[in-house]
């Protein structure tokens, strides 16, 4: 059986996820979170296969706390399923070590899917972030530097984009 809690902001997102899993011979929603800092008691005190979790999640601000998750809970994998966009996270959220990148666009047996793939041990990326991935690692250092955004420059650029102001950045980022 695969254990999945859900991290999500929207309690229709979760509602429907567990409805969905309700009666599944292969996945089990065992704990369902609305805040960042729920996860960490979620996945030390219950068996936790797979976290699914929205990237735009309370309390998430910074890719640096998925990187923390993985590395703290190294048997548990992480699925993102948001409405955020892949262009913009998927290269960043690969190599912070995430297994999975889902768009809540997508129709629910894709995520049970790429769930079922993730619990064997695959990692489940669209195409375009693949080839992203290897187109970078050919071109040189330098020119990589200039043609990509670091994941801090990414989360700044997503805050501008959904309007806050310097100031509300600096703080949300601890700057």
């Known amino acids: 059986m695969i254990n999945i809690s859900i991290a999500d902001n929207q309690p229709v997102v979760m509602q429907g996820l567990k409805c969905y899993f309700k009666n599944h011979s292969d996945i089990s929603v ?48 992480i699925l993102i399923f948001t409405c955020a966009s892949e262009k913009l996270f998927g290269v960043t959220s690969l190599k912070a070590g995430v297994a999975g990148f889902i768009s809540k666009g997508d129709p629910l047996k894709r995520v049970e899917q790429a769930l079922l ?48 102001k310097n100031n509300e950045i600096s703080e949300l980022l601890n700057l």
């Open 30 to 77: 065992i704990d369902n979170v609305y805040h960042l800092r729920d996860i960490d008691e979620s996945l030390r005190t219950k068996r936790i296969n797979i976290l699914l979790i929205d990237i735009e999640l309370d309390g998430l601000h910074s890719i640096n706390s998925l990187k923390k998750i993985v590395l703290d809970y190294p048997n548990t994998k």
């Open 117 to 164: 793939k993730i619990a064997e041990g695959k990692t489940v990326f669209s195409e375009m972030v693949h080839k992203s991935i290897l187109s970078s690692a050919r071109v040189n250092k330098d020119e990589r530097m200039y043609r990509k955004l670091s994941s801090r420059e990414t989360e700044v650029l997503r805050y501008l984009i959904g309007g806050k």
